[in-house]
């Protein structure tokens, strides 16, 4: 037991000792029950396989049209690029950043990341600076959004079936298959065994020398005066004295505490909640027609959708639109708050709620792709067009704001008094 490696907690810092896991198990943390690892088996031909599967079919989504729309033998089509330059020369250009970003920029980055990592490990090659591609990938991954993306489609097509005949395109099925293999690629690849194929083919000395010299009796990481990488999840010794370092496998930036996290998660929190008010009082999209123009606030949007009989998805939408951006604003200020007045008040369940924020934030960018995908269609001069409205972008950036805030949230900060109180 005591030969077996040191890790730490990523979310709760507590040091614990890796333990031997059958095909498909995880180990979790025994005190905030945060995932640690996974046993996955064959994890670089597994991945490998669907990451270039998943570059082939996002290939084909991006290059062939999403959807048609056809009106008095009129048909308007649009691609995925293509609804993002409707938006940019509509003036939208933050809106179209948005969009650009988590639904083609990252996904792309996320895909080529992985083949860079894994295709040389396959040929039994060590990839050239993989410290980079790692941390392009952590990048990325919160970031990509295939699957709001679809949903987003989704509730679209289903405002458009109400307005003219809708021709579904090859891009929608290739979305949709690209969505599940990006989600199994995710569940395929394995960081820690892609970092011990490189480590083990350039025959470093062992980068966990470290642990031999720590004591097990220190709880946590930060008491035994070790850093955690959150980019490779090596443990590491820092000179005397000092309060950050640098990874000596990935290279990563080190410190035992986000540095300034309390208050850039209120920085972000307070713009959020100023943001907030606009995005659901000022319309969300504007529509002009032969019977006149109509504005849309978010709000209004659920009810044409309950009103026109698909309550399911209205249901779905007041949620993501609605409902997860107000209880995330609400929860980051209750684990804020909490964190900074050191209290040990259900510790547990402020982990779950950690947990839960970082887990739904995505999912209220739904909104910004229905409207995406209805403007880039919506482009009938003589009978009716679509526009964003201001509100859109006040909504694209509480969704980015509220990320940002729980991403700048240290969760080792909700344990951190039960340490002082052991202290």
Not at 160 to 165: C, E, K, T, V
Request: proline content about 5%.
């Amino acid at each position: 037991m005591n030969a077996a490696r040191l890790i730490a907690c990523h979310e709760c810092d507590l040091l614990q000792r890796e333990t031997v896991l059958g095909n498909g198990a995880t180990a979790r943390c025994t005190r905030c029950g945060a995932e640690l690892y996974r046993n996955r088996p064959d994890s670089v031909n597994r991945a490998l396989a669907l990451t270039l599967a998943a570059m082939v079919l996002f290939a084909i989504a991006n290059a062939f049209p999403i959807v048609g729309l056809k009106v008095s033998g009129d048909l308007v089509q649009t691609t995925l690029f293509g609804a993002v330059r409707t938006l940019y020369r509509d003036g939208m250009w933050p809106l179209s950043g948005l969009v650009f970003v988590t639904t083609i920029l990252m996904p792309l980055l996320e895909i080529f990341a992985i083949v860079y990592l894994l295709l040389p490990l396959r040929l039994h090659r060590v990839p050239r600076r993989p410290d980079l591609a790692f941390r392009v990938l952590h990048l990325a991954e919160p970031w990509g959004m295939t699957e709001v993306l679809i949903l987003g489609m989704l509730v679209a097509l289903v405002k458009l079936a109400h307005i003219a005949s809708v021709v579904p395109g090859v891009a929608l099925w290739a979305f949709g298959a690209a969505m599940v293999v990006l989600a199994a690629t995710a569940t395929a690849f394995d960081p820690r065994e892609v970092w011990a194929c490189i480590s083990a083919a350039q025959r470093q000395a062992d980068v966990h020398g470290y642990e031999a010299r720590t004591s097990a009796s220190a709880p946590t990481a930060a008491r035994a005066g070790l850093f955690v990488c959150h980019d490779c999840g090596l443990l590491s010794k820092p000179a005397a004295h000092a309060h950050e370092g640098r990874c000596p496998r990935c290279g990563a930036h080190l410190h035992f505490r986000k540095p300034n996290s309390i208050a850039r998660t209120w920085a972000f929190l307070v713009a959020a909640v100023v943001l907030y008010i606009p995005a659901n009082v000022l319309p969300v999209m504007d529509t002009s027609s032969l019977f006149g123009a109509q504005t849309d606030t978010i709000m209004s949007g659920v009810v044409y959708l309950w009103t026109s009989g698909s309550w399911p998805l209205a249901v779905v939408v007041f949620i993501a639109s609605i409902a997860v951006p107000m209880l995330k604003i609400i929860a980051l200020v209750f684990l804020v708050v909490t964190a900074q007045r050191r209290s040990t008040w259900v510790l547990e369940k402020r982990a779950h709620v950690y947990r839960l924020v970082e887990l739904v934030g995505r999912w209220s960018m739904l909104d910004i792709y229905v409207i995406t995908i209805l403007v880039a269609l919506v482009q009938f001069s003589a009978l009716a067009t679509i526009k964003a409205g201001p509100a859109a972008i006040a909504f694209g950036a509480v969704v980015v704001l509220t990320m940002f805030a729980a991403r700048s949230f240290d969760p080792r900060l909700i344990w951190d008094a039960t340490e002082a109180d052991h202290g």
